[in-house]
């Protein structure tokens, strides 16, 4: 068995190469070789038996991915992406990393005649938006209201088609809004939301830019690393009439977040959060829906987090 | 009020054209140009003081069309496209004309900055597909089970992220399955549609491929230009949070259609129709949604044909 992986030098890349790692086996077969692949070469670790390769490639360079697919990986995952931010901030930095470049791996997979290599790229909940529904569900339309989404949900449409074509073997996960994430806080509008816990479990100050009764949907990234890894192993037509779907997150507002800083850390820490209300934040924040029913995802057997207790606890843990 | 149309040698383009001519203004401005663009030179017509402006012009060709955009048209009537049956045969030649080019259309508006300029883009009911309800409405998810539909998809939200960003103000029309269209069946899976009314009101065979009790979502060429027309006068702000909605087609069987036939032109005309059920076309027909609710689009004033007789007598008014 042979992984691949883009963006490998990031967060959920390097979380994922490390559960692979400790997994040994994907499907019941036997990791033999992990190749990461990201704009800087991502960091070697030991991973005993399997050979890893790690490659600084340009994925928006046409072809760049060539010498990889040449060596016909069992499964790709394709997490390389510019954030919602910089999407926002530059459409044609967006259209050409999220976008011409999935589709450039995508043919690449095509030329290679890799039909039975399995596809798994990480899509968000930010492909939704618009006036939505109270809660969503897998029929509801995606609208998005930024060029991120937008390339996302076009990503999605590509990978559904060249699988139902048989070019590929793709499957797409919306990925809720990550928590904890680790490192500091930055220019993301979902900042915050790893930032009001991370910070003040470390003995820190935090902002909070919006109100307290702000719900999200979340997943941590332990169950989004999961999921990646469950989506690659399940069949492609377990996926039905449509490759991409959205993650079982757990719904949670701002109150029950610092509620649960509080039970876990106590008052001191919930007092270092400020809060100052950020009218660029507030309502991007606010477009973004935050109570779905999976019912796909559930059936297929992807995991929500039991309760947002846990994924504070599981950030203490892993920090200790 | 400069009006391009690309697609304008197309029957939809042609009707338009007329429609337009036979106007004379949109939102009460006189149209003083039209410029038709096709792949062969639109045929001329007499536009009294319109000045009609055809060209020949290969829309695949990156900067084919500055020389029109450098005139800054008010309106871009874009239809151009492959067809269903065309997109699915040759995936590169689908990519290339019915999406490629239409964002290079979209880079070719910025490029000129035409903010101002309305963009209306011609989908289909074809970008649904999948697991779907029994009646579609507004928030019912895009998941298209064609490569054109898929093209057609990815179109609409590129369209709708230039719009959001303020690049172009553009409305895309779903368009339902247009019955009567004129000429001869062809090797599209909707050609029956047309066929089995057409052929026997000309005194000729059809063949019906589906069953009695296959469901359409069907539009006159006439509403279907009118909505056109509409779309280009509707305030972009209007069409809301997303750009892309589905037009107010009626729902009618394959059984009524023939009813209609009977009562307009005797039970004859109907004896015409044979039944030769074809296994490639009748899957593909059943996959296509026939039941929505289109309330946006109903607000916003687009109509829908009366009854399926108007359908049937505007068609036999024309032909005389």
């Known amino acids: 068995m042979h992984i ?27 990791i033999l070789r992990l190749t990461l692949i990201d704009q800087v070469e991502p960091p070697a670790l030991d991973a005993g038996e399997i050979e890893v390769v790690s490659r600084a490639l340009d994925i928006t360079t046409s072809g760049e991915l060539d010498g990889v697919l040449a060596e016909r990986p069992d499964v790709i995952f394709h997490l390389a992406a510019v954030v919602s931010s910089a999407a926002e901030a530059d459409l044609d930095l967006g259209m050409k990393v999220n976008f011409d470049a999935t589709r450039s791996l995508l043919e690449g997979c095509r030329r290679h005649g890799l ?40 990503c999605e449409l ?14 797409v996960l919306r990925l809720p809004t990550i ?35 702000q719900e999200l949907f979340v997943m941590s990234p332990t169950r989004v690393v999961e999921a990646l890894i469950l ?31 509080r039970d876990v850390a106590g008052e001191e820490a ?20 935050a109570r779905f029913e999976t019912g796909r995802a559930d ?5 929500r987090d039991a309760n947002f207790r846990e994924i504070v606890e599981a950030y203490l843990a892993e920090r200790a």
Chains 1, 2 share one sequence.
């Open 179 to 213: 928590v904890i994430r680790p490192g500091r806080p930055n220019a993301a509008a979902s900042s915050f939301a790893s930032s009001i816990l991370r910070e003040p479990l470390n003995g820190e100050e935090a902002i909070c830019p919006v109100p307290l009764d």
């Open 270 to 289: 919930v007092s270092r959060v400020r809060h100052e209300p950020d009218e660029r934040i507030r309502p991007l924040v606010a477009s973004w829906p």
């Open 231 to 261: 989506a690659a192993e399940l069949p492609g037509e377990a996926m039905g009439a449509f490759r991409a779907l959205m993650l079982p997150g757990i719904t949670v507002s701002v109150a029950q977040m610092l509620d649960t800083l």
């Open 4 to 30: 691949a992986i883009t963006g490998a030098a990031g967060f959920l890349g390097q979380r994922l190469v490390k559960h692979l790692v400790d997994l040994g086996e994907l499907e019941g077969r036997a």
């Open 115 to 154: 039909a039975e290599t399995r596809l798994v790229m990480a899509s968000s909940v930010a492909a939704y938006g618009g006036e939505l529904p109270d809660v969503l569900d897998d029929m509801t339309a995606v609208q998005p209201q930024t060029s991120y989404g937008t390339q996302k949900a076009m």
């Open 158 to 171: 590509l990978i559904n088609d060249y699988s139902r074509r048989g070019l590929i073997d793709g499957r």
């Open 299 to 303: 059936r297929l057997g992807f995991q």
